[in-house]
């Protein structure tokens, strides 16, 4: 039986009394669509929930945390709320669904008292996508603020259905690598369904109720709070904020482990925990998750340039990690007319710093920049690859860094993170820090989600986080379920943050039988967002496609301008456009087993002419044809099969 907020009672006992007392305003988002109610329970508890168009998607839900010092789980009364303010914030991004960004919302504060008359503070935000909180805790006595837990939930109704992926248990995996965000996603799943490795679920997550869809998650990490995600609650279709694992802490070059959970001195303050709430076009145009994310810090960001790389690793793997194969990929790279060469694990073995340098330069010459591999781990993981242990302390990082920079190095892949807790998030931060102090682009592989931080620090490029091309290569399995859970990361994963899944292969992968058709692997470079892509497929396999799929390669824009959601359905097929300059850029992909037909109105985009790319008579070839905007498309996609269309 649903409890009833006190707010609500109060309420209704003014109504019959005829109260003089004004009944606080009710927070909605600017178009009046999204509702929020805070209240205390019948039970003294803080608690939300959340109404769009005046049907409820997230029920009565619990908020609250629990400090060493204080605990406001339970006991609790809302002292006082402030007026509704309107927020405007306007911003640009670097690496993203858009470049130009306008953020509009409501916002309310709660204070909320405990029995030991402390305080916190829970903020509200509402925009027309979404809905946000965050908490706060002042206390200038204070030596130190330690959380011991947060109660936070997200209760949906019964036939609520998810698509999830399980976050995996810390130091299992390959080295001890885990977590690492590298499992495949579970598609359309019964709301309260328990995750298959007993961990709970990443962020974000992906649910939907009827007409309503939803992706919840978090932004604004600071570095004094951990990193959190899902786990079930005691409810049917409840889910509540879990802490990391208590191995997912950073442990210093003298062994000594940092902390877990978040902690700060006078004032802790949570990320914000985000709702993002629509259609499921709204869903696929919402920028939430930088919107809530802290404004960049100051750099000089002439550095900065998005752009298109060639790789060796993903396909040639470990051995070929040398300076002629090297060297091969940055003509390659240049032939393309990419912007960078990635030069992989144990090349300071393999090819060492005096011809790494040998390389940078040969590659200037092609406007080509290198792009290095590093292992971030100290004592977390039993990883072998190097160079291992270089960047742990600050004075590390700078000497190393310095090294590079001189050399003209333009960024740095880091690998091998070890998980969520507080001082794990710290590092990710004092790395983009340093970073960016030596104008250097930051990818960061097996790590965690990036949460934002794309926009906070405009020089990281982009973040694995995902179950990428590379584990297609290593089993059948992988490669057999890749394309749902490709269709599932675009509309989870890559929802709101650059994705490093390292896509494309037209060409053979070593005792891998592909199940992809090259349409599809092509139509995934406009499809997947990442500030840096990394191409994978290598030079013998791109001879393979015709001229103008090469041309369409060359021209590909490295940023995009915005975005428009086409068609789709999570797991199963995504169409979307997105805009650079006047040019409309729209791919597609069909992840079921039969072929789809979709026609799709393109009067979007204006009165413009343009290619259309996609499957030819076998599965590895492409046929193009001219399409015009104002007749509606028509595009039967065959299996596993997808197309890519430009419109000037």
Request: a negative charge; proline letters at 5%.
């Amino acid at each position: 039986m649903k409890k009833i907020g006190s707010y609500f009672v109060m309420l209704g006992l003014c109504a019959l009394a005829g109260c003089s007392k004004p009944v606080p305003e009710l927070l909605t988002s600017p178009d009046q669509q999204l509702q929020v109610n805070v209240f205390v329970t019948e039970q003294n508890t803080l608690a939300y929930s959340v109404e769009r168009a005046a049907q409820p998607v997230v029920l009565e839900s619990d908020l609250g945390l629990q400090l060493t010092t204080a605990d406001f789980t339970q006991g609790v009364i809302i002292e006082s709320r402030s007026p509704i303010t309107s927020v405007a914030d306007d911003y640009r991004l670097r690496v993203g669904k858009k470049s130009s960004i306008t953020y509009r919302a409501n916002e309310q504060h709660f204070v909320v008292k405990n029995q030991q008359q402390q305080t916190l503070t829970v903020s509200f935000r509402v925009s027309n996508d979404g809905v946000a909180f965050r908490y706060t805790v002042t206390d200038p006595a204070a030596a130190q603020l330690q959380l011991v837990k947060e109660i936070t939930s997200f209760q949906f109704a019964p036939t609520t259905k998810a698509w999830l992926q399980p976050m995996s248990v810390a130091q299992t995996g390959w080295s001890n690598t885990n977590p690492s965000y590298e499992e495949t996603y579970q598609n359309d799943l019964a709301v309260g369904t328990a995750a298959s490795l007993g961990q709970g679920w990443v962020f974000p997550a992906l649910l939907n109720i009827g007409e309503h869809w939803l992706a919840i998650s978090e932004s604004g990490m600071d570095g004094s709070w951990h990193g959190s995600h899902l786990q079930l609650g005691a409810a049917t279709g409840e889910y509540q904020i879990a802490p990391p694992q208590p191995a997912e802490v950073f442990i210093s070059a003298s062994g000594e482990k940092g902390a877990l959970l978040a902690n700060a001195t006078t004032s802790l303050q949570s990320p914000w925990r985000i709702i993002a709430i629509g259609s499921l076009a709204q869903l696929m145009e919402s920028t939430l998750g930088t919107d809530l994310a802290h404004p960049a810090i100051a750099m000089d960001e002439q550095f900065i340039k998005p752009g298109h790389s060639s790789w060796s690793w993903a396909i040639l793997k470990d051995d070929f990690t040398t300076f002629d194969v090297q060297k091969k990929f940055i003509d390659y790279a240049a032939d393309m007319q990419w912007d960078y060469t990635l030069i992989d694990a144990d090349w300071d073995k393999k090819i060492g710093y005096e011809q790494l340098k040998e390389l940078v330069d040969y590659a200037a010459q092609k406007n080509i920049g290198i792009l290095v591999w590093y292992n971030s781990s100290g004592d977390w993981n039993q990883t072998p690859y190097s160079p291992k242990s270089h960047l742990i302390t600050h004075e590390q990082r700078i000497a190393e860094f310095s090294r590079l920079q001189k050399m003209g190095v333009k960024g740095v892949k880091i690998d091998f993170f070890g998980g969520d807790g507080q001082s794990f998030i710290q590092y990710y931060i004092d790395i983009l820090q340093d970073a960016a102090s030596h104008q250097l682009l930051v990818n960061f592989h097996g790590a965690t989600l990036p949460r934002g931080w794309q926009r906070t620090y405009p020089n990281l490029m982009t973040m694995e986080s995902i179950k990428g091309f590379e584990f297609t290569t290593f089993t059948q399995e992988n490669q057999d379920t890749a394309p749902p859970h490709i269709v599932t990361s675009l509309f989870a994963r890559n929802l709101f943050d650059p994705m490093d899944y390292t896509p494309m292969a037209f060409g053979d992968i070593p005792n891998i039988k592909r199940v992809t058709e090259n349409s599809f692997e092509l139509a995934e470079a406009v499809l997947m967002i990442s500030g840096i892509q990394h191409f994978a497929e290598i030079p013998e396999g791109m001879a393979t496609a015709p001229d103008y799929v090469k041309d369409f390669l060359r021209e590909l824009p490295r940023e995009w301008d915005d975005v428009k959601f086409v068609d789709g359905y999570p797991g199963k097929y995504a169409v979307i456009a997105r805009k650079a300059g006047d040019t409309w850029y729209i791919a597609g992909i069909n992840a079921e087993a039969e072929s789809k037909t979709l026609t799709l109105d393109l009067g979007f985009v204006g009165d413009k002419k343009g290619l259309l790319i996609g499957s030819g008579e076998t599965e590895r070839s492409f046929e193009q044809q001219e399409i015009h905007s104002k007749a509606p498309s028509t595009i039967t996609l065959r299996s596993k099969a997808g197309f890519v269309m430009v419109l000037k």
